[in-house]
Structure formats: structure tokens, C-alpha cells
């Protein structure tokens, strides 16, 4: 067969950019050649709809081995009771919770998506919108930090079926104690979306959501460094939900329901190849050098953060617990948006993401600030002493926004820094 060389020269491109390039979108990250190789694999042929053991096809007892691998190596990363491989992404995992624990216009609260939340945690554009009735929690306007005395007052007046913890833009460690508590008080379901911190949460950098929430999802992207997918997971204490029965007995219950959530319920047949590729990337995570990685993740948000309000930037929050941070703009920069700087800074070959900060005045295609994380660059090898130099290149092109001629000197820098690091160190 005949190479396609118009998308192979395509997939050149991009690997010379990502090669050259700084990488700080918070969400993404390079993942090991063995990641790659498995997800390119031979079992992207593989039709199996079901789950191990129990498939709606024959000849699955290959791909029986890998996805039960997958699922144990992630109950024994997150020391998990039972879990759930299969969700394309980490908005199917959310929306195959939704479907299992809530009905068409039931209230459930999240995080607002203006104050850092997600799409899938009830924007109106989403399923979660469009089929449930959302309410929000904020931060606060002068801290940054999550209210969580408001998110109390908003659930007993409007009691939703469940809480959810978990943002795509928030820099601090979540208090699921206290929103257990809260929970309970209206007798609704916690809920925790981890898909950024999963990483760090795996290794104990940061508080633990299983304790306290009756599930969990995540993506397998991200700090995880794995291929992109989604994971539900739980942990071992429910005798709420389902009446007074043994954790153990409710354990199974809430699988079983979960896993029907999941296939038949939002998806057919598992992604077989991903599975494998996330099976070798829980694999990884469970070593010695991951930990290692993650703690340097964190190390290097500080430093970065740091770096940034040195320079009279306003990082909301005043600073990170996890991989990322999120920067205000108009403080420094009013009449500057976080789409100009985006678009300025890729034509340097440093890649951000614009994002709304709380209070924001203006539009999510506008924005007034910018969300910057680490994973990435950690895991090409770099370190602390790195930081202030990348928010050097950031600053430089920001502080002289229509100067296009200083884009190719920003560049040049950029692109000898990343030549020394490899794609993953």
C-alpha cells in the first residue's frame, strides 16, 4: 500500500514543533515510546464490546489480559477498590457518572466554569448542562481559594443529588473532608473529577479524594502521562448511598452500575489499543521514577509561580499546590488579552492556553489571562534553575506585544533551550 505521505508530512511538522517548542499547556504532556508503541498496536483491530471475561465477541482473550492489567495496576496506584478503564475521555467518565447517579433535571453543584471549573461539570453547552440542572460554587474574589462556607450555604438551600470536586484551572489542593460533610448534611452523592492532579494525588502530594468521595474520574492524559482516556475509580468507604448495607455489598453494586453507565450506556466497544497504552502508563506510574517526576512537577510550578509574581504578575491564588497556575493579566497588562498573548507567544514556539480568571471581565474567547503548567517541560528533564528563564521569554514577548520583530530573537532562544532536552528525559 501506497505511504500517505500528505499526513505523514503533517505528523513531521508536528513533531518538530513539539521537538522545539515549550510545552506549558497544563493539560498536556509527552508520553514514553512505549506508551506510543502500545497505543499503535496491533489491538486497535480488536472489536470487545463488554468487559473482561464477559464480552459480546469472540477472540477477546487477549485484550481480556491487557484490560484486567490496566485495572489492577490502577487499583494498586490509587489503592482503589474497583475501577473502570474504559471511558474514551474524561468527560465520558464524567457523563457516565451523571447518568448512573442522576436523573434528566436533577441539581448537582460544581465548580463555576469562570472560577476555574470544567465544560463537563455543567457548562450549558455540555450534556451536564443541557440535561441536569447545574449550580455553582466559587472562589473567592480576594484569595482565589475555593469558598467553601458559600459551597455550604448554596447546598442546603438548594440541596442538589451531588457535590463535584475538581476544576481544569485551580492551583490549590481541594478540602474533600469538608465536602464530604457538606454532602451528607443534604444526603447527595461526592463526587471528585481529579483529571489534572491525578498524578500528584497518586504518589501523595496531595490530599486523598477516596477517603471521602463515593467515585472518582479522571483522564489518563495529563500528569499521568499516559495516553488520552478516561478512568472511574472507588474507594472503600460507601454505607451511605444504597441504604445500610456492607461497603463490600455496596462496592459491587455501585460497580455494576457504573460499569452499565459506561458500556451500554454512553459508549459500545472500548478502545483496546488506548487500554493497552494505559495499562503501560499505570505501569510506569507505580515506579520509584515517577514519584521522582511528579514531586519535580510540583517543584517547578512553585519556582515558575514564583518567577511570575516577581515580575508584578498576578497569579491567582498567589501561588500553586499542584502542576499549574493561572494568571491574571489586567493587573499588569489591562489592554492586553490572554488570546493576543497566546497567539504571540506560539509564533515563539511557547505554547499557553488563554483562560478566563475569576471575576473575569471579559469573554471566554477574549479572556484576561493565561494558564500555564508543568508537566511537560518536566518530563523533557527540566528543573528549577529553568523556570525564571522560561518566564523570561514570556515577559519579554508580553511586555512588547506588537513587536512583531522580536518574535524570531524569542524563538531562536526557544528553540536552542529545547534542542538540548529530549522529548521525554
Not at 484486567?68 to 489503592?79: M, P, W
Not at 472511574?232 to 455496596?250: A, E, H, R, S, Y
Request: include cysteine; hydrophobic fraction near 40%; charged fraction near 25%.
Amino acid at each position: 500500500m501506497k505511504r500517505d505521505s500528505l499526513v505523514f508530512e503533517i505528523l513531521e511538522k508536528e513533531a518538530k514543533r513539539q521537538k522545539y517548542g515549550i510545552e506549558l499547556i497544563a493539560s498536556e504532556n509527552f508520553v514514553s515510546d512505549q506508551v506510543l508503541e502500545s497505543m499503535g498496536s496491533i489491538m486497535t483491530n480488536k472489536y470487545a464490546e463488554g468487559y473482561p471475561g464477559k464480552r459480546y465477541y469472540g477472540g477477546c482473550q487477549h485484550v481480556d489480559e491487557t484490560e484486567q492489567l490496566a485495572i489492577d495496576r490502577l487499583k494498586e496506584l490509587f489503592g482503589a477498590e474497583w475501577a473502570n478503564v474504559q471511558p474514551h475521555s474524561g468527560a465520558q467518565a464524567n457523563m457516565a457518572v451523571f447518568l448512573t447517579l442522576l436523573k434528566p433535571g436533577d441539581v448537582f453543584m460544581g465548580l463555576d466554569l469562570s472560577h476555574g471549573g470544567h465544560l463537563s461539570h455543567g457548562s450549558h453547552v455540555n450534556s451536564s448542562g443541557i440535561l441536569y440542572k447545574p449550580i455553582a460554587y466559587k472562589v473567592k474574589e480576594d484569595t482565589g481559594i475555593v469558598d467553601y462556607d458559600e459551597m455550604e450555604e448554596v447546598a442546603l438551600r438548594d440541596k442538589p443529588k451531588l457535590i463535584l470536586a475538581g476544576a481544569s484551572a485551580y492551583s490549590r489542593d481541594w478540602d474533600y473532608k469538608r465536602m464530604r460533610e457538606i454532602a451528607d448534611k443534604i444526603g447527595a452523592f461526592l463526587m471528585a473529577d481529579i483529571a489534572h492532579p491525578a498524578g500528584l494525588i497518586a504518589v501523595g502530594l496531595l490530599n486523598d479524594p477516596l477517603k471521602y468521595c463515593h467515585v472518582v474520574t479522571s483522564t489518563t492524559h495529563k500528569t499521568l502521562r499516559g495516553p488520552r482516556g478516561g478512568i472511574i475509580l472507588m474507594g472503600q468507604d460507601f454505607d451511605n448511598p444504597f441504604g445500610k448495607t456492607t461497603p463490600k455489598g455496596v462496592i459491587r453494586k455501585m460497580s455494576s452500575l457504573f460499569n452499565s453507565g459506561v458500556f451500554p450506556g454512553i459508549q459500545g466497544g472500548p478502545l483496546e489499543h488506548v487500554i493497552a497504552a494505559k495499562a503501560v502508563a499505570f505501569g510506569e506510574a507505580l515506579t520509584k521514577e515517577y514519584k521522582y517526576y511528579m514531586i519535580q512537577v510540583k517543584k517547578n510550578a512553585e519556582v515558575m509561580a514564583n518567577a511570575f509574581i516577581e515580575k508584578g504578575y498576578h497569579v491567582i491564588s498567589d501561588g500553586t499546590d499542584n502542576h499549574l497556575m493561572l494568571i491574571d493579566l489586567r493587573n499588569k497588562f489591562p489592554e492586553i488579552t490572554g488570546r493576543k498573548v497566546e497567539n504571540m507567544l506560539v509564533l515563539a514556539d511557547i505554547t499557553v492556553n488563554k483562560n478566563m480568571v475569576p471575576f473575569d471581565s471579559r469573554s471566554p474567547f477574549q479572556t484576561s489571562g493565561l494558564r500555564i503548567g508543568t508537566p511537560a517541560i518536566t518530563t523533557r528533564g527540566m528543573k528549577e534553575e529553568h523556570m525564571p528563564v522560561i518566564v523570561d521569554f514570556i515577559d519579554q514577548v508580553i511586555s512588547d506585544i506588537e513587536n512583531e520583530d522580536l518574535i524570531p530573537k524569542v524563538r531562536k532562544e526557544v528553540n536552542e533551550m529545547m534542542g538540548e532536552f529530549p522529548m521525554f528525559a
